[in-house]
């Protein structure tokens, strides 16, 4: 595919994802925010119309063309599978979406609360590193080890598991793999060395744990039906697929409960089911 049909196809993905999220496409919107003229626009919004001849509703009075129950019962239906590029994550990200507090904050905002912040050279040392195949060499800090201690690591991944990005790599001082906390990389050098290890023998960034989750059993009947409607779209369990190396991450962030005798709501509402059967990850040896 031409470096022109790419674009042309990536302007639909906007032009559809602007669609579902806001209800509707109008020419206006559409200049503003893809920054073309408003006849490329009108010729965008004919195509994309042929395109997907089933999503979109001509309203004279407002001068656009809504979304039709149809594309959302079908748009519904992919992003419950994952199967979509049309999530709320990418609209917002490409939408004129400003952040809370800000004076162009409009009806739609987000409400940036991350303290963790990511330096740009030590991102982009490492996305090189894992690109070349090259050992690094950290100046890391870690709770246990609160000052800076030298640690050679070989790279494989970049990963964000909730709040903070992680370097995910083999450990070449303790001999395993492990993850390492951007923002606790005091110091970082990328050695001439290259890493012996492999990303496929990581085996637990490599196998894929099933997690169930469902409402905390010691909540009232009513309150369980209102977290399985909120989080689980009124079924009674999610199962969700997760890197057993992320999986204490994702029970920190969704605050799952592992011992619902101990960890009781309010302050838990949400629990895994099936502990027995993902605790070697929850619990390393």
């Not at 906007?14 to 003229?37: N, T």
């Not at 995910?168 to 001439?192: E, S």
Request: charged share 25%.
């Amino acid at each position: 595919m031409s470096l022109a049909n790419l674009l042309e196809k990536n302007r639909y993905k906007v032009m559809r994802r602007m669609a579902l999220w806001e209800g509707r496409l109008s020419r206006g919107r559409l200049i503003d925010v893809l920054g073309l003229s408003g006849i490329r626009v009108s010729q965008l919004l004919r195509e994309v119309r042929e395109e997907t001849p089933d999503w979109f509703e001509w309203d004279s009075k407002s001068k656009s063309y809504f979304v039709t129950p149809a594309a959302y019962k079908m748009a519904q239906a992919e992003l419950k599978a994952g199967t979509s590029d049309l999530s709320l994550a990418a609209y917002l990200a490409e939408a004129d979406i400003h952040a809370d507090l800000t004076p162009v904050a409009g009806p739609v905002t987000v409400a940036p609360w991350s303290f963790s912040q990511v330096n740009a050279n030590t991102f982009s040392r490492i996305r090189l590193a894992i690109e070349q195949g090259a050992r690094l060499k950290l100046e890391y800090r870690s709770m246990r080890t609160p000052e800076p201690h030298p640690r050679t690591v070989e790279p494989h991944s970049l990963v964000q598991a909730g709040r903070r990005w992680h370097m995910r790599g083999y450990c070449v001082d303790t001999g395993d793999f492990r993850d390492f906390v951007l923002g606790r990389i005091a110091k970082l050098t990328m050695l001439d060395q290259k890493a012996d290890s492999k990303v496929a023998g990581d085996a637990k960034w490599n196998t894929v744990v099933k997690v169930r989750i469902q409402a905390h059993p010691k909540l009232t009947p009513g309150q369980q039906d209102l977290v399985r409607s909120e989080y689980f779209d009124g079924t009674a369990v999610r199962v969700h697929s997760c890197r057993g190396a992320m999986l204490p991450y994702l029970v920190q962030e969704l605050r799952l409960a592992l011992d619902i005798t101990k960890e009781m709501p309010p302050e838990y509402q949400l629990a895994v089911e099936n502990v027995e059967e993902v605790r070697k990850w929850l619990f390393p040896a």
